[in-house]
């Protein structure tokens, strides 16, 4: 009968060990943001949708948006969705190229909510507008071929 009581604890000390890991064991399942992605801008609009394995508390959230020199950008909207498993983030006119750097982290809170070991982050690269040469710009370029095309043409008659 001993053994059998020493059994039931075993296992009962097992999942109860079993429940602490995992209610430790917050991570991200998937981002709709991959990183070295490559956006165009004039002007974009980002949005970063972020999947969790477990609910989070809304509370012990913390994000940051870091443009390429370093500055932080609040988000135009966030919003959790109801399981608090998901978190939508809207990003409006970012207009500077360079690398974005995304940052989660979720910090375990006096109801022991599960925390992120390690901050999520992502980075993305916001691409330079093509730029469009001028009307004037253009003209100085034919009337110097025409140019060119004239002198070899004067070379080629001699």
């Known amino acids: 009968m001993k053994t059998r009581k020493t059994r039931i604890a075993c296992l009962l000390g097992v999942l109860f060990l079993a429940m602490l ?3 430790d064991s917050l991570s991200v399942v998937s981002s709709s943001i991959s990183n070295g ?9 980002i949005t970063e949708v972020v999947t969790f394995d ?9 994000f940051d948006l870091r443009d390429p020199g370093l500055h932080s950008i609040s988000p135009a909207s966030f919003s959790f969705d109801a399981t608090a498993t998901i978190i939508t983030f809207n990003y409006a006119n970012l207009t500077t190229p360079g690398t974005y750097d995304f940052t989660i982290s979720a910090a375990e ?15 993305f ?8 040469p001028e009307p004037s710009s253009l003209l100085l370029l034919g009337s110097g071929l025409a140019g060119l095309a004239g002198i ?3 070379k080629l008659r001699t």
Not at 54 to 62: F, G, K, R, W, Y
Not at 109 to 123: D, E, G, I, M, Y
């Open 152 to 154: 070899a043409r004067r």
């Open 54 to 62: 477990m609910p989070l508390d809304t509370n012990s959230v913390a």
């Open 125 to 132: 690269n916001v691409d330079h507008p093509g730029f469009t």
């Open 109 to 123: 809170n006096f109801n022991h909510t599960a925390s992120l070991a390690n901050p999520f982050s992502v980075n």
């Open 21 to 23: 890991a995992h209610a």
């Open 37 to 45: 992605q490559i956006f165009s801008p004039s002007p974009l609009n």
